[in-house]
């Protein structure tokens, strides 16, 4: 059993940045990425990284604005969010998978990851 625990979401101006953190329990050799849901909307890919850490994906909405990366010695996934604005608005989500590459979270993660954190808000505000 894997727990992910998202941090760092807050309120933000737009054009500034904040940096996300989900620390996760046990050994995490998984697949793993960020995910966001906005008010009233569906829950959207975000960023995956591959369980080396070498290779990351990203959704062309946040793509130069967004990185993504993983520190497997402290079980730990970051993404840092650059020139933020107020549509990135929204509950951010760590997750993981074994199940399917991290190249194919975009097309196909919501439903194929296995563990979910509980989110983390982050605010623009314009």
């Known amino acids: 059993q894997v727990q992910l625990v998202e941090s760092g979401g807050g309120l933000v101006q737009a054009g500034g940045s904040l940096r996300l953190s989900c620390a996760a329990s046990g050994r995490t050799l998984y697949a793993m990425g960020w995910f966001r849901q906005a008010p009233g909307k569906e829950r959207e890919f975000v960023a995956a990284?591959?369980?080396?850490?070498?290779?990351?994906y990203y959704a062309d909405s946040v793509k130069g604005r967004f990185t993504i990366s993983r520190d497997n010695a402290k079980n730990t996934v970051y993404m840092q969010m650059n020139s933020l604005k107020p549509e990135d608005t929204a509950v951010y989500y760590c997750a993981a998978t074994r199940r399917i590459p991290a190249q194919d979270l975009g097309a196909h993660g919501d439903g194929s990851m296995d563990y979910w954190g509980k989110g983390t808000l982050v605010t623009v505000s314009s």
């Open positions: 990284v591959s369980w080396s850490g070498s290779s990351t």
